[in-house]
Structure formats: C-alpha cells, structure tokens
C-alpha cells in the first residue's frame, strides 16, 4: 500500500522483510524435495520402494548424523545463519539508519546474502538428477512448498535491501 501511496519506500521495505523473515522460518522448516524409488515388479506391479522428503533443517539433521559435519555446517552456516543473520541487520536499520557500524554490516550482509541463492541451486540440480524421465527410471523427485518459501525469502529479501539501501543513502 505504501508503494501505490507514494509514501516512504522504507515502509515498504520493512514490510517486504518482516514477510522474508517469515518465508524464512517456513522454508527452512517445511520439506523442499521428496523423492520416492519405485519399480514395476512381476507380481506386485508398481511398489514404492523408499520414500523421503527433506527440509533445510532435516537435511541438517541427517547429514550430522551421518557423520558428514563438515558438510552439515557449510549448509547450516549458508541456509540458516546467513538468511537470519543478514535479515536481523536489514531489520535493524529500522532503529538506527545513520550508525556507521550498522551502515557497514548492512552492506556487508546485503552481498553475503547472494550466497543464499545458492540452496536453491543446490536443490535445482538434486531434482535435475533425481528426476529423470527415462521409463526405467526408479528415482522420482518432486519439489515440495518449502522451496518456494525459501525462493520468496531470498528474492523478497534482495528487493528489501535495495530499497532500504537507497533509502540509506538519501538520509
């Protein structure tokens, strides 16, 4: 409404990030990829063999546990610290525009925050791979409503910032 009001583009900004923020915590909460191997048996017909559907935070889960650490703090690090992180900053400059601390990690988390795209990437190549349409295919992927929460909060997120940038810059 403050877009179409002519009004203050900061509004619009805050706006836009308290609706990242909550895209966030429901896109790192719900599942973004389910894959299921099934096969065409003799007797059985079409049996579904395995079943999974994972979240950033189940993905978290099972990766430490299975003993790859390394790789579960790269992705906590990139799909959870990061996105919290560079909102918390973005959320603020609601206080404060005009602190030089507050204006240097502002900018620092604006282009830290590119690095967020790179789950969904991540995700794009793991359906690529799993679904493959060959008829003797056992893998099916599908992309499930977390992924397009977490998209929302990273492209909200990216638009936010330029505003609130500009706005910083005017003041």
Do not use: C
Request: no cysteine; proline share 3%; hydrophobic share 55%.
């Amino acid at each position: 409404l403050a877009w179409f009001a002519r009004s203050n583009l900061g509004d619009v900004a805050y706006a836009m990030l308290g609706i990242a923020f909550i895209s966030l915590l429901v896109g790192q909460a719900t599942p973004i990829l389910s894959i299921e191997a099934s096969k065409d048996l003799p007797v059985l017909g079409e049996t579904l063999l395995q079943y999974q559907s994972k979240g950033v935070l189940s993905t978290l889960d099972t990766l430490y546990d299975n003993g790859y650490w390394w790789l579960a703090l790269v992705l906590l690090i990139f799909s959870v610290m990061l996105p919290m992180m560079q909102t918390a900053v973005g959320g603020l400059t609601f206080f404060s525009r005009t602190s030089p601390l507050l204006e240097r990690w502002f900018h620092i988390s604006h282009h830290l925050g590119k690095w967020s795209m790179a789950d969904v990437f991540v995700v794009a190549i793991l359906v690529a791979f799993f679904a493959n349409s060959g008829a003797d295919s056992l893998t099916h992927a599908e992309v499930r409503p977390g992924l397009w929460f977490f998209l929302g909060y990273v492209l909200l997120s990216m638009v936010a910032f330029q505003l609130l940038g500009r706005e910083m810059k005017r003041e």
